[in-house]
Structure formats: structure tokens, C-alpha cells
């Protein structure tokens, strides 16, 4: 047994070891990967949950790594958050964002998709001159604020509140409109919702996950799109992953809904394709 444990000692400190070789080299290629193009951004639809029409996306971010093949997020966004890579990352996120939301309106300006949602970390919201970097980059693509929305952190909100609001007031007053992301897994008091000058809230997949077997959680999202419906805050309902979930947000009146369900994440030219999809009436 002494043996056994040695060995299992030393499988786990070269695990151990392997892991953090990894994320040096990680660390390392990550501030010259952004130099390098190698980011790629994938779409998923954000749908009417009721017709399942797309009415926006939201931009994902992928690292094409050259040894590695695409890497998820999960693989890179903390470190880069910790580096602070995510800050020029974040900047390219939202200029490509607009950019290629731009080119979908060009080639079809009566398209029904009407807007890009982009994940904005702590960080760089906190980095001075954000809202000016928004602005430029909208003026950059010719994008009009309303095709923007920026998905931000409830604890983000919550903590350094004072400039955080101001900032937060400022984009508003741009015309461009703001979500809070994993709604539900932070801490905000319901409250305090009514004040926040916020547009949209997104309800983590952890709630719908557990939607048809659990009635707590349940009347849980139940009582979230009530409030919201009552405050004139918009709702999306995350991870929608099977038919049953969506039935029951339709009775709930869950306006929107994002999940494998209606679509994987998918590249750009994927996009337009499902835009003409018949709507159910
Ligand atoms: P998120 O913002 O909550 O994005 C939703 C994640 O859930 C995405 O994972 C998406 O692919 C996944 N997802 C959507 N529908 C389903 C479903 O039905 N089932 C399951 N199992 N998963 C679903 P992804 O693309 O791996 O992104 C993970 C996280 O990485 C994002 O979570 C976001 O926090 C972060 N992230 C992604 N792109 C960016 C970015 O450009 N900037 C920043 N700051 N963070 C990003
Ligand atoms: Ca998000
Ligand atoms: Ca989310
Ligand atoms: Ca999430």
C-alpha cells in the first residue's frame, strides 16, 4: 500500500508539473498569439424561445493554436485574465464582433438578425477610456450602437460600483445595451436589480439545467422573468439543451433562449443560412 501511494505521489506531482509547463508555455505564447491572428471567434444563435427565429449571437472566442488545434476558452481566458492578455484580446473581440456584424448587414441589410453580444471580462471594463474604446470601435466597423450588446459579470457590478455605473451609463447613453452575464450565480439582491442600468439579464445554464426536475429551481427561473418582465429588463435563458426545457420557458414567458437546442456555436458563414429557416408561427 506505501508503494502504491509513492507511486500515485509521483503520477500526481507529474501531473502537477506537466500542468504548469503547460500554462507557462501557454502564458508565454498567448501575449504573441494576438499578434499572430491566431483568435478566431464562433457564433451561437440567440433565438425567439416561442418561433426559435434568431434575433442575435454571441461571439466566442477560440484559439487556434498551432500545435494545440482550436482551444476553447476554458483553456486560456484565465490566464489571460491573470496576464492581462485579456485586455488586447478583449479589444480585438469587440472590434472583430462589429466588424463581421457589419458584413452581415451589408450583404443583407434586411436581415433578421440584430445584434452581436460580446463577453466583456472585469478587467477590461476596468481599464480607463473603455467607453471610448467602444465608440471607437463602433465608429471604426460603422456599426450602430443598437447591433451592440455587452454581456458583463454580476460581481463586476457589484464591486467598484461607482465607476463601474458611470461607465455603465455612459455606453447606455451610446445606444448600446448591457447584459449581465450567468445571471443568478452571483450575489446581486433583487433589489438592487431595480436600479441597475442594465438592459438584459441572462440566466445561467445551472438554472435551466435543472428546470424540469427540480421545482425550486423552477420557480426560481419562474420568479427571474416575472421580475424582469416587471422591471423592463429583457431575458435570455442559457444552455437550453432539449425540447422539454424550452417548452417549459415558453410557459414561463422566457422572451429569448441560446442552446444546443437550436444551435451549436458555429462560424460566420454558418450564420446567415439560419436566418432564413421558416419560422414556426
Ligand atoms: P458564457 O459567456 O457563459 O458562454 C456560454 C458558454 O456555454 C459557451 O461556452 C457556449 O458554447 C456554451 N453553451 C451554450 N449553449 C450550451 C448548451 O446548450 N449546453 C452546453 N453544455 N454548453 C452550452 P464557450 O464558448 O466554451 O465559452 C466559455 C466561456 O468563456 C464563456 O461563457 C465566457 O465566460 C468565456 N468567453 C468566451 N468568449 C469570450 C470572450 O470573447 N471574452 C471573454 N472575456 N470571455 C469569453
Ligand atoms: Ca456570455
Ligand atoms: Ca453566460
Ligand atoms: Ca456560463
Not at 478587467?123 to 470601435?137: C, E, K, L, M
Not at 422539454?244 to 454558418?270: H, N
Request: glycine share 6%.
Amino acid at each position: 500500500a506505501k508503494g502504491a501511494g509513492k507511486a500515485t505521489w509521483q503520477r500526481y506531482r507529474s501531473d502537477l508539473h506537466t500542468a504548469m509547463v503547460e500554462r507557462l508555455a501557454l502564458r508565454t505564447s498567448l501575449l504573441e498569439a494576438i499578434d499572430a491572428q491566431q483568435f478566431v471567434l464562433q457564433y451561437q444563435p440567440i433565438v425567439n424561445v416561442r418561433t426559435q427565429a434568431v434575433v442575435g449571437v454571441e461571439s466566442l472566442v477560440r484559439w487556434q493554436h498551432p500545435e494545440r488545434g482550436l482551444l476553447a476558452p476554458y483553456h486560456f481566458i484565465e490566464l489571460a485574465e491573470e496576464s492581462g492578455a485579456i485586455v488586447g484580446l478583449g479589444a480585438w473581440v469587440l472590434r472583430e464582433s462589429l466588424r463581421q456584424f457589419a458584413a452581415w448587414h451589408a450583404s443583407d441589410p434586411e436581415m433578421a438578425l440584430r445584434y452581436v453580444s460580446v463577453n466583456v471580462s472585469a478587467r477590461q471594463f476596468r481599464q480607463p477610456g473603455f467607453v471610448d474604446q467602444v465608440s471607437q470601435a463602433l465608429e471604426d466597423a460603422g456599426a450602430r450602437p443598437e447591433w451592440l450588446l455587452l454581456e458583463i459579470t454580476e460581481s463586476l457590478v457589484l464591486r467598484d460600483a461607482e465607476q463601474v455605473w458611470t461607465d455603465l451609463k455612459a455606453l447606455r447613453a451610446l445606444g448600446v445595451r448591457i447584459a449581465i452575464d450567468d445571471f443568478g450565480t452571483g450575489y446581486s439582491s433583487l433589489s438592487y436589480l431595480r436600479q441597475l442600468p442594465v438592459d438584459v439579464l441572462k440566466i445561467d445554464k445551472s438554472f435551466i439545467d435543472d428546470i424540469l426536475d427540480s421545482k425550486q429551481q423552477r420557480a426560481l427561473v419562474d420568479a427571474i422573468v416575472t421580475l424582469a418582465r416587471n422591471l423592463d429588463l429583457t431575458v435570455v435563458a442559457e444552455g437550453i439543451e432539449d425540447a422539454a426545457q424550452r417548452a417549459m420557458l415558453e410557459r414561463m414567458g422566457c422572451p429569448y433562449g441560446q442552446g444546443y437546442l437550436f444551435s451549436k456555436p458555429v462560424w460566420p458563414a454558418e450564420i446567415p443560412p439560419l436566418l432564413i429557416l421558416a419560422v414556426v408561427p
